[in-house]
């Protein structure tokens, strides 16, 4: 995982002693939150907000309701750390939670379908153009999305997102290595064909 | 785009992970996390022996493990006798019938 899987201590220097240490590892933290200290559980939340919230929309279209459901995620995940096993990597664990969450949130109320997402493109420097152009990427790299089938597209945010190995997003997703370096593949073959020669990830 | 995606890549393709993070990335990072804080419900605080007892499961069942390993290592019962001894008495019989054979066929 990339950013998200960091350990490092950011914004920890009002915490209790334990926080304030560099490199705390999530497992620790998990121990301090098992105790009920919501600052511990808030450096989790910290850590894997952005993954969960990206996990999530690739679950939900609408980001409004993505967001509600890795906010579900994270409460669950409080509720039930006792039953977290510290052998085992805490992301997953997390992850796994806040796919269930979206899906349930899906089952649950009708969510809405369209894809607003638009978070405001600080125009500054860059040109009209510019900014047509990344949008109308961003319109596509959507719809690109939107066409693969859920398990396909959770498996190449897991992957070129997220930075898990196929054996992790096998035991996230409960299917077997082979699928999902299959869906992987798959995903990846139709956005680049979606998005044509030109698509550069880069701003 | 030019990479051709391959079954077997085991990396992140950087390209797509870019123009997955630029859609899927929700804004106002900070917020997020002080909502979900100020959200958390009440969760009974743990007995401090009870997270002991269970973070200190995994390390009694691995010591259990290897006692018992080495229980079994130790109570197989062993042979004084080197193993070399039966195998070299063996290697001289075979090499005098073989010569005895050599010698009767030799004219």
Redo the contacts between chains.
């Keep these: 995982m990339h950013a998200s899987r960091c350990h490092g201590g950011r914004g920890i220097q009002r915490r209790s002693p334990l926080l304030r240490t560099p490199h705390v590892t999530d497992a620790e933290l998990v121990a301090v939150a098992q105790g009920g200290d919501r600052a511990a559980f808030g450096e989790l939340v910290e850590r894997y907000g952005p993954a969960a919230r990206r996990v999530a929309r690739a679950v939900l279209r609408h980001p409004e309701d993505a967001d509600d459901a890795a906010q579900d995620g994270f409460f669950s995940a409080w509720r039930h750390l006792d039953s977290y096993d510290p052998r085992r990597p805490f992301g997953p664990w997390l992850l796994r939670i806040v796919v269930n969450a979206a899906q349930d949130l899906r089952r649950r109320r009708a969510v809405r379908e369209t894809d607003p997402l638009s978070p405001a493109l600080s125009a500054g420097s860059i040109s009209p153009e510019a900014v047509a152009e990344r949008e109308e990427l961003r319109g596509r790299m959507g719809n690109a999305l939107a066409e693969l089938p859920e398990r396909q597209r959770l498996a190449v945010v897991l992957f070129d997102a997220e930075g898990f190995s196929h054996a992790e997003i096998a035991e996230l997703l409960e299917i077997p290595v082979g699928t999902v370096r299959s869906d992987v593949f798959h995903a990846r073959r139709a956005l680049r064909s979606r998005l044509g020669p030109n698509a550069r990830g880069g701003s | 785009?030019?990479?051709?995606?391959?079954?077997?890549?085991?990396a992140?393709?950087?390209?797509?992970?870019?123009?997955?993070?630029?859609?899927?990335?929700?804004?106002a990072?900070e917020r997020?996390?002080r909502?979900?804080?100020a959200?958390?419900?009440d969760?009974?605080?743990?007995n401090?022996w009870e997270?002991l007892a269970?973070?200190a499961r995994?390390g009694l069942a691995a010591a259990a493990i290897t006692a018992v390993a080495l229980g079994a290592w130790l109570a197989t019962p062993r042979s004084s006798e080197p193993v070399a001894e039966p195998l070299l008495e063996l290697g001289r019989m075979a090499d005098s019938e073989l010569l005895m054979t050599a010698m009767i066929r030799e004219p």
Excluded: K, N, T, Y
Aim: avoid cysteine.
């Design positions: 785009m030019s990479h051709e995606p391959h079954p077997f890549d085991q992140p393709d950087p390209e797509i992970r870019a123009l997955l993070l630029r859609q899927l990335d929700g804004p990072p997020f996390v909502q979900v804080i959200g958390l419900p969760r009974p605080a743990a401090s997270i269970r973070w995994p």
